[in-house]
Structures are given as C-alpha cells and as structure tokens.
Nanobody
C-alpha cells in the first residue's frame, strides 16, 4: 500500500514562503496524478494543485502565480513551493496520489500570521 508523508509545514508571517514535500513509499514515476489539497478550519477540503504523469498541472485560481507544484521522480517526492503567503492560506495541506485509488497523506499544518 502506498504511503505518503508530508513535511515542511510551519508558521510564517504573511508574505513569507514555505516549501512542502511529500515523500512516497514507492516509485512515483508511474503514478497517474499527484497533488495537494488543503482544508481550513470549518471548511471543506479543496484542491490546491495537481500534476499528472505527463507534467500537466492544474492549479486553483486562489494560488496561481504564488504556488508551484513539482515532482522529482528520482526522489519519489512531490513538492509545493508556496510564496507570498496570505492568512487565508492557513490550512492543513494534504498530499494525494491517484493510481487506481486515492492515497492520502496525514497532512501538514501551514499557519500564516498577519
């Protein structure tokens, strides 16, 4: 069973940057789609950004131009570079991998202070 472990979360002031990592327990080169979702308190989980095996990306309008998703198949790791963070970006960020089934990580807290 594929396992995903997120890291890199933390607390930063508004305007700061963080880089999230998601390390998989198996090779990710053949995984159809990997991505990041987030869930803020009292809100539903929402898509942040995904990247397909062919490199195609989809990114939420709310983070376009600020967040960049990438995957390093050699390291079996997915990344999310987050710049110009806003208080509304505060949430738990989850990594997901789709290969016949959606596998989820446990999440990483990101807190952006005003």
């Amino acid at each position: 069973q594929l396992q995903l472990v997120e890291s890199g979360g933390g607390s930063v002031p508004a305007g700061g940057s963080l880089k999230l990592s998601c390390t998989a327990s198996a090779y990710i080169s053949s995984i159809y789609r990997m991505g990041w979702y987030r869930q803020a308190p009292g809100k539903e989980r929402e898509l942040v950004s995904i990247v397909k095996k062919d490199g195609t990306t989809t990114t939420a309008d709310s983070v376009k131009g600020r967040f960049t998703i990438s995957r390093d198949n050699g390291k079996n790791t997915l990344y999310l570079q987050m710049n110009s963070l806003k208080t509304e970006d505060t949430a738990v960020y989850y990594c997901v991998a789709t290969c016949g089934y959606n596998y989820w990580g446990r999440g990483s807290q990101v807190t952006v202070a005003s």
